[in-house]
């Protein structure tokens, strides 16, 4: 029997049944029904939930007004979504960290600098640039004041660092020439 809901179908029918192929039959046939009734009842709940959300990732998007592309990936689908659900309310220094941690799943800091009329985004625990930057962009420009500028700061492998894990210089160009690029500043 391969169905878990009739092997556990089996387990109320009276004993001597469990001997019965045609009545194994009918319970493994009705249990993989049931299987699939729940298995589908989880995954409508999962739709529920941006961090579990695959198919319903249009529905969200729909309702919030972001442009759907299913040609991204499902993460940072829901990274817009998810930001753009944090992203609603005032506009405060901790809700522009919040939008930009949720697209970068990492430790952001966002820093204001009041003389220039602008405010930082670091990027700290991540290396290089996010994937979904423009996304972040995007979204940051829709919630940020008008009259403030931003800047996006981050974090790259220093040599110092490089030194400090084995990897050589031309360990890390060959690794560049099967990762493509990659950016390295000597950053103190």
Same mark, same amino acid.
Request: net charge negative; hydrophobic share 35%.
């Given at each position: 029997?391969?169905?878990?809901h009739g092997k556990e179908?089996?387990t109320?029918?009276?004993?001597?049944?469990?001997?019965s192929?045609?009545?194994?039959?009918?319970?493994?046939v009705?249990?993989?029904?049931?299987d699939k009734l729940?298995q589908?009842?989880?995954?409508?709940?999962d739709?529920y939930?941006?961090?579990?959300a695959t198919?319903g990732l249009d529905?969200w998007?729909?309702?919030? /007004?972001?442009p759907?592309?299913?040609a +991204?990936?499902?993460?940072?689908r829901?990274?817009v979504?998810l930001?753009?659900? &944090? #992203?609603?309310?005032t506009v405060?220094v901790?809700?522009?960290?919040?939008?930009?941690?949720?697209?970068?799943? /990492?430790?952001v800091n966002?820093?204001? +600098?009041?003389?220039?009329?602008?405010?930082?985004?670091?990027?700290?625990?991540s &290396? #290089?640039i996010p994937?979904?930057?423009?996304?972040?962009?995007?979204?940051?420009?829709?919630?940020?004041p008008a009259h403030l500028?931003?800047?996006y700061?981050f974090?790259?492998l220093s040599f110092g660092e490089l030194?400090?894990?084995g990897?050589?210089y031309?360990g890390i160009?060959?690794m560049?020439k099967?990762?493509g690029?990659?950016?390295?500043w000597d950053?103190?």
């Amino acid at each position: 029997m391969i169905s878990t809901h009739g092997k556990e179908m089996m387990t109320y029918l009276p004993g001597y049944y469990s001997t019965s192929r045609i009545m194994s039959s009918i319970m493994d046939v009705q249990g993989g029904e049931l299987d699939k009734l729940w298995q589908a009842m989880d995954s409508t709940l999962d739709q529920y939930f941006v961090s579990t959300a695959t198919w319903g990732l249009d529905l969200w998007e729909q309702e919030l /007004g972001i442009p759907t592309d299913p040609a +991204k990936p499902t993460d940072q689908r829901r990274s817009v979504i998810l930001s753009k659900i &944090r #992203g609603i309310g005032t506009v405060t220094v901790s809700l522009i960290k919040n939008v930009a941690e949720a697209y970068d799943g /990492g430790t952001v800091n966002v820093t204001v +600098k009041s003389e220039t009329h602008t405010f930082i985004v670091k990027f700290i625990s991540s &290396r #290089g640039i996010p994937p979904n930057l423009d996304d972040l962009k995007e979204v940051i420009e829709q919630i940020k004041p008008a009259h403030l500028a931003v800047e996006y700061s981050f974090t790259y492998l220093s040599f110092g660092e490089l030194d400090s894990t084995g990897i050589t210089y031309g360990g890390i160009e060959s690794m560049g020439k099967h990762f493509g690029e990659l950016e390295i500043w000597d950053i103190p």
